[in-house]
Structures are given as structure tokens and as C-alpha cells.
């Protein structure tokens, strides 16, 4: 599935008409995510914020974790980005908030990873995660699928709550 501006726009609708708000946390994304949930005019109404958590200093100043509480993390884990997604969501008072972190290349982490790994989460009134491996270390297209991933991520949380609460959107 390529990811478009009508992908954006669903999102956008989505948001504003259920008066919900995101924020992101993205690491090895570098800002695609929010770029693409920007992309909408209006973005003001349903995006609280995001930042790029690159480095363990960014991770500890802007989600306000301590050294014990990221040392305490398994790197790229399911349970450390939800930690994440949690931190950005409760730091800007959003009801989702969304986090990646990843390898994209070209070489993995110092940790043992290949490059071409990402773990994504979501969480608010739906929670889900999800882990990406493209195999490859092509650091731009491994960006852009990581990218895509969160943002179907997304998508898919907000049409689970959507028939949560039995509510179409209007």
C-alpha cells in the first residue's frame, strides 16, 4: 500500500470530526511521520505535536525518561516503543500518541539488529504495535517503509475504535 495524501486526509477527517488529537515520537523517521499527518491543511485541530527521539539525550529531555528508566528498556522492543508512544502522549495531553524506533541502514545497531528493523506502537483508546523488517539496509527506503507502516498503523487504530464504538464518521 503506497501512502498518499488521501491516506492523510481520512486521518485528518478522522481526527477532527471525532475531536481527537495525535502526537508522535518517531526515531529513524525523522520527522516523516509528522510530515505526513502535517500535509493537511488545518493540521492545528488534531496534531498536538511530535519529536525526534534519535538519541538516548532526545529520549531523556523530550519524553522525560531517566537514564535507569531507558537502561531498564530491551532495544527495539515492542514494550520499549509502547513506553514511547505512551511518554509523547502524556507529555502533550493528546488522546493518541504514536511511536517509532528503528534501524534503517546502511549498517544495524550496535545492539545486534540488522538494519531494515522497526517497531511501531500506538496507543490511546486503542493500543496495537507492530514490527517492520524490510532485509535490506537502504536507508531512504527503509525511512519511507517505516513511514508507511506507522501511518497504516494509525489507520488501522482509528477504524478498530471507530467500530468500538460503533460510531461511523461523518
Known amino acids: 500500500m503506497e501512502i498518499t495524501t ?24 525523522a520527522g516523516l511521520i509528522s510530515a505526513a499527518l502535517l500535509a493537511v491543511p488545518g493540521a492545528s485541530a488534531y496534531y498536538g505535536g511530535g519529536a525526534i527521539i534519535y538519541t538516548m539525550r532526545a529520549r531523556r529531555k ?25 511518554r509523547i502522549k502524556a507529555r502533550l495531553k493528546t488522546t493518541w500518541g504514536l511511536a517509532e524506533l528503528g534501524a ?6 550496535p545492539y545486534g539488529h540488522p538494519p531494515g528493523i522497526a517497531v511501531l506502537a500506538l496507543v490511546g483508546p486503542i493500543n496495537l504495535t507492530t514490527k517492520i523488517e524490510s532485509g535490506h539496509g537502504d536507508r531512504e527506503k527503509n525511512m519511507e517503509l517505516f ?12 477504524e478498530k475504535y471507530q467500530l468500538s464504538v460503533k460510531e461511523p464518521i461523518k
Not at 534503517?104 to 545497531?109: K, L, N, Y
Open 104 to 109: 534503517t541502514g546502511p549498517a544495524g545497531t
Open 147 to 158: 513511514k508507511i507502516a506507522a501511518i497504516k498503523l494509525l489507520i488501522e487504530g482509528l
Open 62 to 86: 523530550l519524553l522525560d525518561l531517566s537514564k535507569e528508566q531507558l537502561n531498564s528498556q530491551t532495544p527495539l522492543t515492542e514494550n520499549y516503543v509502547t513506553l514511547c508512544a505512551e
Open 6 to 29: 488521501e491516506h492523510s486526509v481520512i486521518i485528518a477527517h478522522t481526527l477532527t470530526a471525532t475531536k481527537q488529537t495525535i502526537s508522535v515520537a518517531e526515531s529513524s523517521t
